[in-house]
């Protein structure tokens, strides 16, 4: 099944599946993964969302700081960290999935530099 991934303290459509209802964010800023900070799921993709998807995951910065650098280092592509969110919960969560196959996207390479050369001290 397909899983929403966030960053902690954003999880807008972990809690809006667990509790049926269109759920908000206190804040929009306040994570490396900006890309993906949202008020709250939209009225025509929470219905979608709740029928069609797993339990929510959610993410620290850091662990998205971890899945650009092995990213950088072992596939060569760059990401940005809300674009590395669902592989560093494929990394930090893998028994939270039923399958021992796992399809990951990891897109957006629209990174600030400092934020790159941070994870890549990670590694």
């Known amino acids: 099944s397909v899983h929403p991934v ?8 972990g809690r809006s599946m667990a509790s049926g209802k269109i759920e908000t964010n206190p804040a929009t800023t306040g994570s490396l993964c900006d890309a993906i900070l ?10 979608l969302i709740a ?9 620290r910065d ?3 700081l971890r899945a650009m650098a092995l990213a950088a280092t072992h596939l060569k592509i760059v990401i940005e ?8 919960a494929a990394l930090t969560q ?9 399809i990951v996207i990891a897109s957006g390479g629209n990174v600030d530099p ?6 890549l001290a990670q590694s």
């Open 62 to 64: 850091e662990d998205c």
């Open 6 to 13: 966030e960053p902690v303290g954003f999880d807008d459509v």
């Open 38 to 47: 949202t008020p709250c799921p939209g009225d025509l993709t929470f219905p």
């Open 94 to 102: 893998g028994t939270a999935f039923e399958s021992d196959t796992l």
């Open 114 to 119: 400092q934020i790159l050369a941070q994870a």
């Open 51 to 59: 029928k069609h998807c797993g339990a929510a995951l959610t993410v």
């Open 81 to 88: 960290p809300g674009g590395a969110a669902a592989l560093a």
